[in-house]
């Protein structure tokens, strides 16, 4: 019986019990679905490298059939782009000046949901929360994923500022821009254009929180269209983006043809690599 099992037990009051065994097995499960997920992203690199399931098997002192069966059950590794065990999805708040009250943006509210659908088809326990109009949110925790730009909070503009490739701009009353450190390539939306047209920028990036203890995924669009042409992006390609980045710091831009009536991402591509921070700082 492990020290934390013996604490609960001698609980002798069944309210606290109740509670503290609660929360022991919400925490248990977490724990049993980021090792069943990192069992099977262990396999999977194993047999990526030319291992047959039968060599794994042997190595590791499991059956043959056990391995084939945990290549293919259990949440699938790419489930860690998002998050380990638990994410909070973070979307804006905004200021209706006219109505003087506070709003959300329709786009807004599907980018959240549909990130929030997708993190739970991976197995990860979800909650939701607003950055409130001041802009000001705790960016120092674990599973964050904040869907807002730069425009709308000081601390995002700030933790934009850190990507060594990716920059956003805006010339004094013009649009915002991004700027490709790398090629010199100025990114506009299609909206900012004459004549307009139904074409957005949308950014993702896993950047580094204030307080240096880990990271959290941001996204944001030059316009709404932007963040819900970057959740299709996930949607659609996790697999992939999470072999070529992992758990690793890194940016991206991706143009989003859209709807102009219902906002809804038509077509999606990457507009520059995926840029690995730690290789453009020591480039």
């Not at 990130?115 to 802009?135: K, N, Q």
Request: with cysteine.
């Amino acid at each position: 019986m492990s020290d934390e099992l013996q604490r609960i037990t001698a609980i002798e009051d069944p309210y606290l019990l109740l509670r503290e065994v609660t929360t022991r097995l919400a925490d248990a499960q977490q724990e049993v679905t980021e090792l069943a997920r990192l069992r099977r992203r262990v396999v999977q690199d194993l047999h990526a490298q030319g291992l047959s399931y039968a060599q794994i098997a042997e190595k590791a002192g499991l059956s043959r059939g056990r391995i084939h069966q945990i290549r293919h059950t259990g949440p699938a590794p790419e489930g860690a782009f998002l998050g380990l065990g638990s994410v909070t999805v973070a979307t804006p708040l905004r200021r209706d000046d006219e109505r003087g009250r506070t709003v959300v943006a329709v786009d807004d509210v599907s980018s959240g949901k549909r990130l929030e659908d997708l993190a739970r088809s991976y197995g990860l326990d979800v909650t939701s929360e607003h950055v409130p109009v001041s802009g000001d949110l705790d960016l120092n925790r674990d599973g964050l994923i904040v869907v807002c730009g730069p425009r709308m909070s000081q601390q995002m503009w700030d933790t934009y500022a850190q990507d060594p490739v990716l920059q956003w701009e805006r010339v004094e009353g013009g649009p915002w821009t991004v700027v490709d450190q790398r090629t010199g390539t100025v990114h506009r939306s299609g909206q900012d254009g004459d004549p307009a047209r139904s074409y957005d920028v949308g950014y993702v990036g896993r950047l580094p929180r204030p307080d240096g203890n880990g990271s959290l995924l941001a996204i944001a669009g030059i316009h709404t269209q932007g963040s819900l042409g970057v959740v299709q992006l996930l949607a659609s390609d996790l697999n992939a983006l999470w072999g070529q980045v992992g758990d690793h710091r890194f940016s991206t831009l991706v143009g989003v043809e859209y709807d102009p009536e219902t906002s809804e991402p038509q077509s999606v591509e990457l507009l520059t690599p995926l840029y690995r921070h730690d290789e453009e700082t020591s480039a």
